[in-house]
């Protein structure tokens, strides 16, 4: 699945990306499909860009590197999280193709501790899932499923990694379902971080988790205020 090269024009540049998924969801959709992806991933790299002082950036659930690359490439100093084995090669094979070398890929997931867990990965690897059932539900083929075993570890000890209280960070999570999971694992660091930016996948056409209509509230209690975002699969909250 790591060589379909899909090929998008970021900041005037032409980007190679290599992923399966795309090309998958223009077959399936049509043209549209595709596009309404790439003008969701220009959208939150125009925001980025609309930050002061350059933010450091968490890609957690990176993907094959839609949002990390064309970041990198602008000068952003990232972090990819990213814990299935198929994202990781299309996210290495990419970043090689495009020089972008400076990014640092943690090859696991986020949660609420330090383990292993079992990880879905449907037809199109942009589902992946902890939960079987969102990783194929936007899926025509049920029955295509990967079971993988990935390692697992918390926001705060990745930002204990990789990042200080005093900078600007800009965190996008899409990770199919568990954005609670993630956000809570790094509640000592949101606590503390004096400006941070957080973009999270609410997609309505997927099944919700309970705990995911808890997400605005815990970010309240830690100073982030809601912003609006022009699409309704993704909330943002700002603490500044």
């Known amino acids: 699945m790591t060589d379909s090269l899909y090929k998008h024009y970021v900041a005037g540049r032409q980007v190679n990306f290599w992923a399966y998924f795309p090309a998958y969801y223009h077959a399936l959709y049509g043209k549209n499909k595709r596009d ?4 969701a991933y220009e959208e939150i790299i125009a925001y980025v860009q ?28 990232i972090v990819a999280v990213e814990p299935a084995k198929i994202n990781i090669a299309c996210l290495e094979k990419a970043l090689a193709e495009n020089d972008a070398t400076v990014v640092r890929i943690v ?49 705060d000890r990745l930002a ?3 990042l200080t209280t005093s900078e600007r960070v800009f965190i996008k999570i899409d990770v199919q ?5 993630v956000l809570l ?12 930016h957080i973009l999270y ?9 309970p ?11 830690l100073g982030f205020m809601q912003r609006p975002w022009p699409h309704k699969s993704d909330c943002l909250f700002v603490k500044e």
Not at 36 to 39: D, K, P, R
Not at 201 to 209: C, I, K, V
Request: proline residues 8%; aromatic residues 6%; negative net charge.
């Open 160 to 162: 204990q990694r990789f």
């Open 50 to 77: 609309s930050l002061p002082n350059k933010p450091k950036i968490l890609d957690i659930g990176a993907n094959s590197g839609l949002v990390t690359i064309p970041l990198a490439l602008l000068g952003y100093d």
């Open 177 to 181: 379902g568990f954005e609670h999971e």
């Open 185 to 196: 694992g790094g509640k000592n660091f949101l606590s503390t971080v004096p400006a941070c």
């Open 201 to 209: 996948e609410t997609d309505a056409s997927l099944p919700t988790l």
């Open 211 to 221: 705990d995911a209509a808890n997400i605005p509230q815990f970010l309240t209690s």
């Open 36 to 39: 309404s992806l790439s003008n």
């Open 107 to 155: 090859p696991a997931a986020l949660g609420l501790r330090e383990e292993t867990r079992t990880l879905f990965v449907p037809q199109a690897q942009d589902n992946a899932s902890f939960d079987p059932k969102i990783a194929v539900a936007n899926m025509p083929d049920k029955n295509h499923l990967v079971a993988e075993q990935v390692a697992c570890t918390t926001l």
